[in-house]
Nanobody, 115 residues
Framework: QVQLVESGGGLVQPGGSLRLSCAAS????????VGWYRQAPGKRRELVAA???????SYGDSVKGRFTISTDNAKNTVYLQVNSLKPEDTAVYYC?????????WGQGTQVTVSS
C-alpha cells in the first residue's frame, strides 16, 4: 500500500502562485509515474502534470507554461509549482502515483483562485 498526502492548497488571487506538495509513504516500489490531476465542480478529473519513470513530463494544455512538476526522490515528494493562476484553475488537486501497476490517489487539496 502507498499513502499520498497533499498540502499547499488555499485561496489565492488571480495571477498568484502556490506550491503544492505530495508526500508519499508506504510500500513504494516500481514507480511508473507520478503526477497531479484536478477536478472542478461538475467537471471530469483531468491531467495537470505527470512524470514517468523515464523522466518524461507531460502537462495539460491549459497549464502549459504556467505549472511545473518536480520530484525529490530522497523525500518521496512530488511538487507542483503553479504560477499565473486563473479563476478557471479552481479545483481540487489530487496527487497520483502508479506503483507496481496500481494507481494510488491522495485525498486532494483545494485550490481556489478568486479576488
Amino acid at each position: 500500500q502507498v499513502q499520498l498526502v497533499e498540502s499547499g492548497g488555499g485561496l489565492v488571487q488571480p495571477g498568484g502562485s502556490l506550491r503544492l506538495s505530495c508526500a508519499a509513504s508506504g510500500n513504494i516500489v516500481n514507480i511508473y509515474g507520478v503526477g497531479w490531476y484536478r477536478q472542478a465542480p461538475g467537471k471530469r478529473r483531468e491531467l495537470v502534470a505527470a512524470i514517468t519513470s523515464d523522466n518524461k513530463t507531460s502537462y495539460g494544455d491549459s497549464v502549459k507554461g504556467r505549472f511545473t512538476i518536480s520530484t525529490d526522490n530522497a523525500k518521496n515528494t512530488v511538487y507542483l509549482q503553479v504560477n499565473s493562476l486563473k479563476p478557471e484553475d479552481t479545483a481540487v488537486y489530487y496527487c497520483w502515483m502508479n506503483s507496481n501497476h496500481y494507481n494510488y490517489w491522495g485525498q486532494g487539496t483545494q485550490v481556489t483562485v478568486s479576488s
